[in-house]
């Protein structure tokens, strides 16, 4: 298993946190603004290079994971990273209110049926962890997936295995794991929600529920506190990366993304010399076509 790709904002596994304490501005000296818009598109270029080779050499696959509060820029942040990807290798999937049939199931049923194949960049914009968060957050919510039996005092901490589970599965199996939790300020969302309001061509994007899931804000901190601690895995790590600035927070994402490809000694696969032979044939024959 290929460890995690350094970053100041990996979160270091089963040591408790305190979300107070990290950053949720870039640091200074950082690039930020138009810099960092720059330095994206090298990086990004990268990234679809080595997905080419990703994808030739399927051996693995690679799952990208977001969570954040709303907006924290989950959308922008994956259409900047995977803009210059090839289409056919990357696969996004949005998950939200789980549907009657998923709700028969179990709850990491609906997300293992979009993991991406061998070869693949999959990308889950929020995922499984919606169900030790917004569910914890509501327990309420617990009624409507009819479990046989649910402990207030131990559902979290199980879910917590189950998940560290399916994850040390999939790295085992060739799934390189990387979770990106966006950091944005109480303040940075408030005055996105403003944006949100005053600009009609960004009325969509405004929930009626966004802000009574706002005034939630310290539950919801205590429950990504609990995720990140009980969840990030050299295998399948955690990154809380500051997202008040757009530009930086999408630098920070593409660079760690960028570095795992880089980790897995991605290569085009080569032919045997069978193949040479053959190789060999067909280009005598095609270049004797034009005699």
Known sequence: MSEAPSSPYLIAPEEPLDLSQLPTSPPDGALTGKAAKEELKSVVKEIDELQRILYAHDHHSVLLVFQA???????????????????????????????????????????????????????????????????????????????PHVDGNTIWDERFESIRDLERHLSRNGTKILKFWLNVSL?????????????????????????AERALWPHYMDAYASMLSETSRPWAPWYAVPADDKPFMRLQVATIVRDALRGLDLQYPKADPEDLEHFGRIRRQLEGEAD
């Not at 303040?187 to 966004?210: H, I, M, T, V």
Request: hydrophobic share 30%; glycine share 8%; charged share 30%.
């Open 187 to 211: 303040e940075e969302q408030r005055q996105r929600f403003l944006a949100r309001l005053n600009e009609p061509e960004k009325n969509w994007k405004f929930s009626r529920g966004d802000l």
């Open 69 to 147: 509060m709303d907006a924290a820029g989950k959308d922008g942040t994956i259409r900047a990273v995977m803009s210059g990807i090839n289409p056919a290798g990357c696969q996004v999937h949005s998950f939200k209110q789980p549907s009657k049939e998923e709700l028969e199931h179990d709850f990491l049923w609906r997300t293992t049926k979009r993991l991406p194949e061998r070869g693949r960049i999959g990308i889950f914009n929020r995922s499984y962890y919606e169900e030790v968060l917004v569910v914890r957050v509501h327990p309420e919510y617990l009624e409507g997936q009819n479990l």
